[in-house]
């Protein structure tokens, strides 16, 4: 599988491809297809995401000019995280770059998920499937299909044993957002 990048920020593309390869490969599951990632600068010192199972060939970049990305199956969106204060913390480069690392970690989990059931040709249980009272979703710990990315989280390696791309994200992070100390 490769992913396709969309990179929306100042870090460079092999940087993000290298966190993003090594947080795919800590889940130990199966990918059948090319998956495309989207990466935009995010405002909080944590990063946030999710993730799609659509299958897009085209993508508009921010000029308005298409690409052809070729075929790909699930994507997600994912932000870069700034180093700031929040609730009284500070939030440090390598911090923020942890952040980066898990979350891309949840969000390959639903695509392996998006993937496992194109390529078998299953059905998972999906919380827009699950009836609930007042026909809301369940509350997002509840879904299914967050209990079964925890799982996959509980499984992987840890973020540790990837200290090296983490620590190269930390440091483009930290000249990218120019700060002082
Ligand atoms: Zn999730």
């Known amino acids: 599988m490769k992913i396709v990048l969309i990179n929306r920020t100042r870090i460079n593309n092999d940087t993000l491809l290298q966190v993003l ?6 889940l130990k599951l199966e990918f059948h297809y090319n998956a495309c ?4 600068e995010g405002h ?47 939030y440090t ?18 695509i392996a998920d998006y993937q496992k059931e194109k390529y078998y040709g299953i059905n998972l249980q999906w919380s827009r499937y699950v009836s ?13 299909e967050e209990m079964r990315v925890k799982a996959y989280l509980e499984a992987a390696r840890p973020y540790e044993e990837y200290m090296e791309v983490i620590e190269k994200l930390a440091k483009e992070i930290e000249i990218k957002y120019e700060l002082k100390n």
């Open 93 to 110: 480069p390598t911090d923020c770059a942890v952040s980066f690392f898990q979350t891309a970690q949840h969000e390959w989990g639903h």
């Open 132 to 144: 609930h009272l007042g026909k809301r979703r369940p509350p997002h710990r509840l879904r299914p």
């Open 37 to 40: 990632v989207i990466v935009s």
């Open 44 to 90: 909080k010192p944590f990063a946030g995401g999710h993730a799609r199972p659509w299958d897009i060939h085209t993508y508009r970049d921010l000029n308005g000019k298409v690409d052809i990305l070729g075929m790909f199956w699930g994507k997600f969106f994912i932000t870069v995280p700034r180093p700031d204060k929040w609730a009284g913390k500070f």
């Open 21 to 26: 390869e090594a947080a795919r490969q800590s």
